[in-house]
């Protein structure tokens, strides 16, 4: 087997740069996203609380229009 190259420090000062470049990039991101995904959550929430009393409603409301004496 051929041992391994030394690598240039400027390449590995490279590579660790832009590694510790894009985790920087990546936690800025998070925390820019993080507070819109949680409004976007809460909005769902209440659409889905509203969808739910609008189902629950109609349910009933089928159910009332089967129970007739005129069947």
């Known amino acids: 087997m051929v041992p391994p190259v030394a690598v240039s420090p400027l390449i ?4 660790y ?3 510790i470049a894009g985790v920087i ?3 800025r ?3 820019y ?5 949680a409004e976007e959550r809460r ?4 659409e889905k609380k509203i969808r739910e ?3 629950r409603i109609a349910k009933q409301l089928a159910e009332a229009s089967e129970d007739t ?3």
């Open 17 to 19: 740069s832009a590694l």
């Open 25 to 27: 990039y990546g936690k």
């Open 69 to 71: 004496i005129l069947k």
């Open 53 to 55: 009393e609008q189902e």
């Open 33 to 37: 996203l993080k507070p819109i995904a």
């Open 29 to 31: 991101r998070y925390d």
């Open 12 to 15: 590995k000062t490279a590579r």
């Open 43 to 46: 909005i769902e929430e209440e």
